[in-house]
Nanobody, 129 residues
Framework: QVLLLETGGGLVQTGGSLRLSCAVS????????MGWFRQAPGKEREFVAA????????RYADSVKGRFAISRDNAKNSAYLQMNSLKPEDTAVYYC??????????????????????WGQGTQVTVSS
């Protein structure tokens, strides 16, 4: 059983920064492509960022490009989301997700949430104006 645990959420002022972490246990982390998604109150969950198994390919939603950075440390079985220049519209529950990538190339990234096999429980990020 694969478990994902997000940490690092909290309350921050506009323009501030937070770093979310996603610890993965139970399987070989290096075979997983990872993604971050978020869900604001009253809205559907949306894609934020994704990173390939080997970490050499990343993808971002237009709304966070240039402000957020996704990374991973396979030795620590963890993925990260560095969030800078935060805005009130970034307020949401942030979810970490993983897809075991057995058949595609190590540089593959995925944006649809339906492509992900496992999910964390989420961490709240609130940006005050």
């Amino acid at each position: 059983q694969v478990l994902l645990l997000e940490t690092g959420g909290g309350l921050v002022q506009t323009g501030g920064s937070l770093r979310l972490s996603c610890a993965v246990s139970g399987r070989t982390f290096s075979t997983y492509s990872m993604g971050w998604f978020r869900q604001a109150p009253g809205k559907e969950r949306e894609f934020v960022a994704a990173i390939s198994m080997n970490g050499d390919t990343t993808r971002y939603a237009d709304s966070v490009k240039g402000r957020f950075a996704i990374s991973r440390d396979n030795a620590k079985n963890s993925a990260y989301l560095q969030m800078n220049s935060l805005k009130p519209e970034d307020t949401a529950v942030y979810y970490c997700a993983g897809r075991e990538n057995l058949f595609h190339g190590p540089s593959s990234v995925y944006t649809p949430e339906t492509m992900y096999d496992v999910w964390g429980q989420g961490t709240q990020v609130t940006v005050s104006s």
